[in-house]
Each structure stands twice: as structure tokens, then as C-alpha cells.
């Protein structure tokens, strides 16, 4: 079972400002294994996530999954959440498909 929240989306008036945006996005698992093997397989995409543009980083609390997203514009925040929600999709698919707990 997998929930997702997503928390913290600066709204689009920002856009005119120069302070940074940021996305916190929480995925429950169904064990604290699972959340930290998630988190070793989606770190090293973040550290190609848009360069300048953005910063992402990834922790697992429990049986959660932690990701924290934090770009300069807003068009970087939804390339760099999209991008990571599906990096985070196919971790948790791969890890059903192979029964690991």
C-alpha cells in the first residue's frame, strides 16, 4: 500500500519573486525496509535533477519516504516533481514486482 502526499506548493505569484519555491512530497510504505531501499534507489537521480535550477533531497522517516524540492522558478518545480514522482513510482513498482520487504 503506498500513499502520497504532497505539502507546501508555493503558489504561482511567486513566480515574480526571487525567492525559492519548494515541494515536500511524503510517500507512506508498508514497511520502514521498503522506504529506505526506495531512498537508496531515487538519490543519485537527484543529483541530476535541472543543475542550477533546482536542489532535492531525499530521506526515509519510518516507513515514510521524504523528498524536499526547492527551485529558483516554478517551472523547475513541477519539471523536477514530476521527474521525481515517477522515479519514485517505478522504485516502489520494482520493489512490488519482486516481493522484497
Known sequence: MMHVGVENLMDQEKKRDKKPHFA??????????????????????????????????????????????????L?????????SLRWLAVSVQTLEKVCLS
Open 75 to 83: 517551472v523547475g518545480l513541477r519539471a523536477a516533481i514530476g521527474s
Open 24 to 73: 515536500r512530497i511524503t510517500i507512506e510504505l508498508d514497511s520502514e525496509t521498503r522506504a529506505k531501499r526506495v531512498c537508496n534507489a531515487v538519490s543519485p537521480e537527484l543529483n541530476v535533477l535541472g543543475y542550477d535550477r533546482t536542489e532535492a533531497s531525499i530521506f526515509s522517516d519510518k516507513n515514510k519516504v521524504v523528498l524536499e524540492i526547492k527551485a529558483r522558478d
